[in-house]
């Protein structure tokens, strides 16, 4: 087994401690080979807030303010493509309370940010089941797809009431539904039929998988696209993950020997 080598610089990640700044670990980053798919799970939001003695939702509105430069910075950095986590249809089970509070954040986040996304070029799409969240919800996203549908930077995916079983349920079923119609014959079925039946057809599968706040599980987030996709993962908690965590995991990524399986 080869362990994954990261290189360090001068700067260690540390905002204030270092000799080299951000700025410059930027251009270094860039000059090395970008992941396109990059995905992140957005862990850690609860534990800040416990940490602070505050609300849980208030972990999740620090989270949301986390999201803005992340997405700036990854446009910059010319990632094409960036999925987030923000809502697994597991989280249903959490107190009606907080899924409202996400709920509104969601719409909040959107609404607010939504001209600067369109100025930065970035164009939203979502992986799940979006028709199942409240209607304020749905029509805000729609307007979010509609006002960036035309846009070519960076695309961000949201997964919202998303569940990497259940998406795999649905290409099971719209295969089966295609072959039972007579329109699929089961020696076409291969991998790269079930991959155009996902909700991610069309898209390369993630490079670099990011998980804050140190958990070492998948949590159910893209089984079938994460199979040769490099982890990174950092004890940070997702309110606390600023773009040079970004940079510090694009770094991890560069040094990493991707072989596929192969030699
Ligand atoms: C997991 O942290 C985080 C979530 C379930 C929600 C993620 C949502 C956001 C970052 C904000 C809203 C998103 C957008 C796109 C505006 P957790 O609550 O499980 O944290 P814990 O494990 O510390 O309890």
């Excluded at 089970?93 to 969601?106: D, F, I, S, T, Y």
Aim: net charge neutral; aromatic share 8%.
């Amino acid at each position: 087994m080869r362990w994954p080598v990261v290189r360090r610089g001068t700067w260690d990640g540390r905002e204030g401690r270092c000799s080299e700044g951000p700025d410059q670990v930027k251009e270094t980053v860039k000059t090395g080979h970008i992941p396109r798919h990059v995905a992140i799970i957005m862990d850690g939001n609860g534990r800040w807030a416990r940490q602070r003695g505050l609300p849980r939702t208030a972990g999740h509105r620090a989270g949301a303010e986390a999201l803005r430069e992340v997405v700036k910075t990854a446009a910059q950095l010319g990632i094409e493509i960036l999925t987030l986590y923000a809502f697994s249809t597991e989280n249903w089970k959490r107190p009606r309370a907080e899924v409202e509070a996400l709920m509104g954040l969601l719409v909040e986040y959107l609404g607010k940010e939504l001209d600067r996304l369109v100025k930065e070029g970035v164009r939203i799409q979502v992986i799940g089941h979006p028709e199942e969240l409240p209607p304020q919800v749905r029509s805000e996203l729609e307007r979010a797809l509609e006002a960036t549908r035309s846009n070519d930077g960076l695309l961000v995916n949201l997964a919202l009431n998303y569940g990497g079983r259940r998406e795999i349920a649905d290409a099971i079923r719209a295969i089966v539904k295609k072959a039972l119609e007579g329109n699929l014959r089961l020696e076409d079925i291969d991998e790269g039929l079930v991959q155009s039946h996902l909700y991610t057809a069309g898209l390369p599968d993630p490079d670099l998988l990011i998980r804050p706040s140190g958990e070492m599980r998948v949590s159910n987030f893209l089984l079938w696209q994460i199979a040769y996709t490099e982890f990174w993962v950092t004890d940070v908690l997702w309110p606390d993950f600023r773009p040079y965590h970004l940079l510090e995991a694009v770094r991890a990524y560069q040094a990493r020997d991707r072989r596929f399986g192969g030699l």
